[in-house]
């Protein structure tokens, strides 16, 4: 029996598993250290080589996510049928396991955030100055273009013939629709990305060890099996951007909504 409890205690987390609720948890007494808020402007960034640095991440990142993702829905796209690719499966696995990766790869240099949607979510948290998520969003969207772009210029033919990977919301399904998708999507991912990245978690989850790629990963994984049937998920403003500038014609613009708010007269 002394045997059993001293596993136990092993394996137990240093914090009470009762946590206070109500006015008994309005306390000043934490057991994590809350980073400080990033000041809104910071041009002292500008002069910094890692801040320059993790732009060049993002927007290689970025132009991986899409050279690698674009290529693997045209694959499914040209088959036959489903069953002769990997099919909505497979480029789910593509667009979560690239995620994964790349965010393995770039965390350590920019965060790895390789989405404007999550760089928004971060600013308005105060994690990262105005400066630094401007020249992030820049940079993604440029990454992303760029990628949509050699996919293009490898197999144009191809590339136009498919679609080139643009979203649009399918028939049978409303624009409404494909905005709530869209909203719901982009929710699932920013929540992952700050529940698995926060403070609280890394102080009272210690024996849990988590790799905070996997997550974000999974979850984009998730989504994607869930509305590409629907928009062909975007829940990435650069990814979407990137491959209807590069495919520019009607179809790549309709649904984006943004972009149907000012002129824009695409090739037909």
């Known amino acids: 029996m002394e045997g059993k409890e001293e596993d136990v205690r092993l394996g137990a987390n240093k914090f009470s598993e009762r946590q206070p609720i109500g006015t008994a948890a309005q306390t000043d007494d934490k057991d994590y250290k809350e980073p400080p808020a990033a000041p809104l402007f910071e041009p002292g960034e500008l002069k910094s080589w890692s801040f320059w640095r993790a732009g060049i991440a993002e927007f290689m990142a970025t132009f991986l996510f899409l050279y690698i993702t674009i290529l693997t829905v045209m694959g499914v796209k040209r088959s036959s049928s489903m069953c002769a690719s990997v099919g909505i499966q497979g480029i789910a696995w593509a667009f979560g396991g690239m995620i994964f990766a790349l965010v393995y790869c770039t965390a350590g240099i920019s965060g790895g955030h390789i989405n404007p949607a999550v760089t928004f979510g971060l600013l308005l948290a105060r994690k990262l100055s105005l400066t630094r998520a401007i020249f992030y969003m820049i940079m993604q969207c440029l990454g992303a273009i760029c990628g ?18 643009v979203n649009f919301v399918a028939p049978g399904y409303t624009k409404g629709d494909g905005l709530g998708a869209e909203i ?12 698995a990245t926060d403070a609280k978690r890394n102080a009272r989850d210690s024996h849990v060890p988590i790799l905070a790629p996997l997550p974000i990963g999974f979850a984009v994984f998730l989504v994607h099996l869930a509305t590409i049937p629907i928009t062909g998920t975007g829940i990435n403003p650069a990814r979407s951007l990137g491959a209807a500038i590069i495919f520019n014609k009607h179809r790549g613009w309709e649904d984006h909504i943004v972009i149907r708010a000012i002129p824009f007269k695409a090739r037909s």
């Open 184 to 195: 719901v999507g982009t929710f699932v991912l920013v929540y992952t990305v700050f529940s």
């Open 148 to 165: 949509a772009g050699v996919v293009k210029g490898f197999q144009k033919g191809p590339y136009e013939r498919n679609l080139g990977g």
